[in-house]
């Protein structure tokens, strides 16, 4: 069974940085596809980041991250990172890693098959 466990959320100022990292346990995580969504209260959980097996593709929610987020993952380390900068108050939002044996929908939350429990990011301006 493969296990997603999340870290690196926590309260921050606007402009500020963080990074959050999600480790994985029970499966081959170089064979996953790994994705970033986030669940802001009373809205729907929407997508931000994906990245492929190989880290050679990846993929962003573009309204959502305007080129202030960053996946990336570790492959050694069973490991996927979203480096986010320039935080506003509205990236406030549980964020959850999710992740997938299957390729394509990158940013479909529907797609996949394995999520964690969530890490609270909190920015206040």
């Known amino acids: 069974q493969v296990q997603l466990v999340e870290s690196g959320g926590g309260l921050v100022q606007a402009g500020d940085s963080l990074r959050l990292s999600c480790t994985v346990s029970?499966?081959?995580?170089?064979?996953?596809?790994m994705g970033w969504f986030r669940q802001a209260p009373g809205k729907e959980r929407e997508s931000v980041a994906a990245?492929?097996?190989?880290?050679?593709?990846?993929?962003y929610a573009d309204s959502v991250v305007k080129g202030r987020f960053t996946i990336s993952r570790d492959n050694a380390k069973n490991t996927v990172y979203l480096q986010m900068n320039s935080l506003k108050p509205e990236d406030t939002a549980v964020y959850y890693c999710?992740?997938?044996?299957?390729?394509?929908?990158?940013?479909?939350?529907?797609?996949?098959?394995?999520w964690g429990q969530g890490t609270q990011v909190t920015v206040s301006s």
């Open positions: 999710a992740a997938k044996f299957r390729v394509g929908a990158y940013l479909s939350r529907y797609s996949y098959n394995y």
């Open positions: 029970g499966g081959t995580f170089s064979s996953l596809t």
């Open positions: 990245i492929s097996w190989s880290a050679g593709s990846t993929y």
